[in-house]
C-alpha cells in the first residue's frame, strides 16, 4: 500500500521556532498500524522525526496524537482504515499539552491534574490480614476506569480544556471516580466524603460540559464523561447539593418532571439561587438581548400535553421495581 | 547536586517496588527511568502473578515444586523457596495497595489455571494484569514521596576506587547530561526482547541495564535461556496470553487437531512453554502450519467469558490481525519473549559489584533456571525489588558518599555523547543494523538451536559491532532526540547479543529453552551447573556456578 503520511513538526532549537507540515511518501503492508509507518519514515527516512512509543499494542499509553484531527493511539490505528481517497493520513501533535518537539507534548499539566485528586487507595480502619473482600462486579466496575493507560487523548480533545486549562479534565476525573467507587476507600463520612467535596469545588467536576468528546477518543473503553456523571451523582447523594451544578441538575430535572419540558426562564435564577442578586443582575444584559431579539423563554410556562406521562417515566428510573 | 542514598535504575514494577521498599527503610531514594513510569514494559503483562495462598488450601512447596520443574532443574531452590514463600504476603499487599484483582464468589481473589503448573494459582486482572499492578506501584510511588527523574536515559555508570557511585544521564527533554551520585544503585532495567525481531516486547527493552552491569564489571548468569512464547502473534509478534489457554484455548494445527496430545498428554496446552513452543515448531518444521503459523482456538469459551476475562486480548487480535477471536481462529507462532538471564545476584539482590544490586527481568537470581513459568515473572519483581530496596537501603547506612570530580565526570560523558552526535552521515542506518542483528538472533539462537547456527551469529555480531561505531544519528540537536536514545541502546543491545551466544554455544546440552539439535539430550552429569560471563579483555568470558538443590532432586521433565 503507498501511503502519504503528512506530518505535523516542530523543532524547538531553530530561530523562531514555528510549526510546519512535513510529507512523506511510503510503502506498507496491508496490516500496518500508523505507529508502523511512522517508525518506518523514522529508522528508514528521516531519524529526526520525534515521537513516544513502546508498547505497539495500546497498552503503555505513549503513542497518543492527532490522527486525522482526532487524538487516537498510533499503534491502534490500522493505516488502511485511516487513509483518505488519496492515500493520505494526517498526524499531529495531542492537543491542549504544549508541543516539545514534532509529536512529543509536555505531560506536565496532565500529571499535575492526576496528582491533585490524591491518587493513590485511602483506606480507613484497621487492614484485613488477607485480601479485602469486595465482589467481583465492583471490582469488574473499577477495573473498566483502571483500565485507563493514561494516554492523555481525552486530554488532548477537551473542548473545555482547550478553553480552561484549569479544568481537572476527563483523566484526573476518571482517576478520581475510581477511588470514590472503591469499596476499600476511606468511608462515606471520612476521606470519601473529603475526596467528593474537593472535586466538587470549581475547576472540579460541574465544569465538564458532556460533549463527549472524550468517549469518543479514549482508546481503552474509560467513558471518562460517564465516570465524572458518576462522581456527580455521588456528590449529591453525599449532600454536596448546593453547587450551581447540582441545583442547575436538580432544577433541569424538577422542570422536565412538572411540566415534561424546560422551563428556561427559570433554570437560571434556580441554578444560582433567586437571591444571588450579583450574579442575576450580571446577566440582565443577556436576558435584555434576547428580549429584543425575540429570544426569550415564554413568562408562563406550560404543561406539555401527557405531562402525566413524563411523571411516571420519572419514577420508573428512580424506582425501577415499583413500575 | 544531584545525590541520593539509593538510586534505582528503572521504574517497572521492579524498581517502583524498591523504591518504595529502600524510602520505607528510611534512605533518601531516588528512582530514573527512560520513560515516565507506567509507560514501563511491565504494563504489558496480561495473564497474572501466581502464589500459594495457603488459606485455599494451596502450599508454597507444590509452587516451588512447579517452578524447579518447569526451570528444568536449573533454576536455584534456595531463591525459589524464599520466592515462593514470599508470594502471599507480596500479593496481599499488591491487593491492599489497590490492585483491582477479579474475585471469586465469595468475594476474595480468584484464579485462573497457567502453564506448567498443578493448580489453578495465578491471581489476575482481566488480561492486564501488568497494566493494573503498575499503575498501582506508581500511586504507591507518588505517596511515598520518592524523587522522580521521569524520561532520563542512564548512559554510564560512574567508579571511584573499584566502587559504583553514581550514574551518567541524559535528561531527554533537554538532551542535558548530568551526573547523579548515589550510595548504592539497584538496577531494575528489565529485558532485551529487541535483541530479537520479531518478539513481543516492547520498544524500549534494550537490555540496557545489563550491559551496563557489564561493562562495569558484574556477572551475567544463565544468558542462553531466552524465552520463546507459544502464542505470538503472527506479523508483530505482539503476545497472545497465555491466559488465553488458561481460560481453555486450544492449540490447532492445519487439519484441526489438537497435537499437544503427542507431546504433553496430560498437560495439553498447558505445559511449560519451552515444551509447547517446541511442539509447535516442530509441526511447523514438519509442514503441518499454515503461512508460520498454528492456531489458537477461543472459539468455544464463548463471548461472555471472552468478554469479561480476555477483552484486551481479543482487541489485539482484531486491530493487528484482523481476527475475531469469538468467532475466528488466531494464528500464532512461537516467539521471543522473555530472559530467564540477567545480572547475577543473591536472594537480596547484591551483585558482585559491591553497593550494586538488580531486581526483576534484569536479574538473575536465579528462580527462573532454564525455563520461567507463566505468571512468575511478575511475582519475581515485586518479591525481590522489595527484598533489593530493603537490603540497598540498610547497606548505605554506614556509608558514605565517594567524592569524586563530578564536573569532570559530566564533562567526560558530554563529550563522548557529542562524538556520537557528529559522527558523518555515511555508515549503515541504526535500524537497518538492528535489524540484521534481530533476524541473526531469531534465525540461529530461537527455539532449535546448534553449533553451526550459532556461530554464523556470532560472526554476524562481529560485523555489526564494527557496524555499529559509524552509525550515523540523523537528529544533531538535543531536546527530545530519540535518535540518540535509539543509538546508544543499539550499543547495550549488541553487548547483550554477545553474551548470549557465547553462553548458548558453551551449553553442551538441552536444557529449558536451549533445545540443541546436536546436543539433544540434558546432560545433568556435566551441564547441571550455571553458565555466567564477565568482560574480559577480548569478549565474554566464561564461568560456572553450581546450582543449589535443597529438596527436589533432578528428574525427567513430563507433562
Ligand atoms: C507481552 C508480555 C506479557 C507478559 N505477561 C506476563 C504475565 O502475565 N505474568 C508475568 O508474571 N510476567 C509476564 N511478563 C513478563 C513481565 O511482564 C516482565 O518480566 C516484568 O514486568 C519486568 O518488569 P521489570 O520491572 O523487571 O522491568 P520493566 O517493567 O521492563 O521496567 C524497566 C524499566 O527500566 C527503565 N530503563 C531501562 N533502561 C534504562 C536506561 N538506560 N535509563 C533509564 N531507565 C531505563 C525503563 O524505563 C523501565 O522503567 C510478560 C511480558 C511481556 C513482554
Ligand atoms: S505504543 Fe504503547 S500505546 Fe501505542
New interface residues.
Partial sequence: MDVTFKIKRY???VEAPESYWQDFSLTL?D?A?VL?GL?KI???I???L?????????????CAMRINGHAGLAC?M?VRLAVDDDNVIIIEPAGVMPV???L?VD?DMFWSKI?AVD???R?EGP?PD???????EA??H??GV?????CGACVSDCTVMEVDPTFLGPAALAKAYRFTA?P??GDAQGVSRDRLEALNGPTGMWDCTRCAECVEVCPKGVAPMDRIMALREQAINAGFDNTYGARHAEAFSSSLEHSGQLDELRLVPNTVGVFNLPVLLNMAPEALRALTHGKLPPIIHKKIENADRVRKLFRRVEDPDRS | MLEHDVLVIGAGLAGMRAAIAARAEGASVAIISKVHPVRSHSNAAQGGINAALTDRGDGWEDHAYDTVKGSDYLGDQDAIEVMCQSAGQALIDMEHFGVTFNRDDEGKLGTRAFGGQRRARTFFVGDFTGQAMLHVMFEQLIKSGVRRYEEWFVTGLIEEDGRVCGVTAIEIRTGQVFVIRSKTVIFCTGGLGRLFEPSTNALIVTGDGMALAYNAGAQLMDMEMVQYHPTTLAGSGVLISEAARGEGAYLLDKNGERFMERYAPNMMELASRDVVSRAEQTELNAGNGVNGCVYLDCRHLGKALIMEKLSQIREIGIDLAGVDMITDTIPIRPGMHYMMGGIKTDVDGQTNLPGVYAAGECACVSVHGGNRLGANSLLDTIVFGQRSGVHAAQACRDQEYIEFDVEQAARREERRIQEVIDRPQNGDRIGSVRLAMGESMNRNLAVYRDEAGMLETMHDLQGLKEKYTRVPVDNKNRVFNTDLVFALELGFMLDCAETIAVSALERKDSRGAQARTDYPNRDDENWMKHIVTVKGEEGPEISYSPVSITRWTPEERKY
Fill in positions: 523543532d524547538p532549537e503492508d496490516s498500524t508502523d517508525i523514522r529508522e528508514e528521516d531519524g529526526t520525534s515521537l513516544r512509543c513502546s508498547c505497539r499494542s495500546a497498552i503503555c499509553g505513549s491502534k490500522q516539545v518537539k514534532d512529543v505531560f496528582m491518587p493513590y487507595l483506606p487492614e488477607a485480601e479485602y473482600i469486595a465482589s467481583n471490582m469488574l473499577l477495573s483502571t483500565a485507563c493507560i493514561m472503591d476499600r476507600d
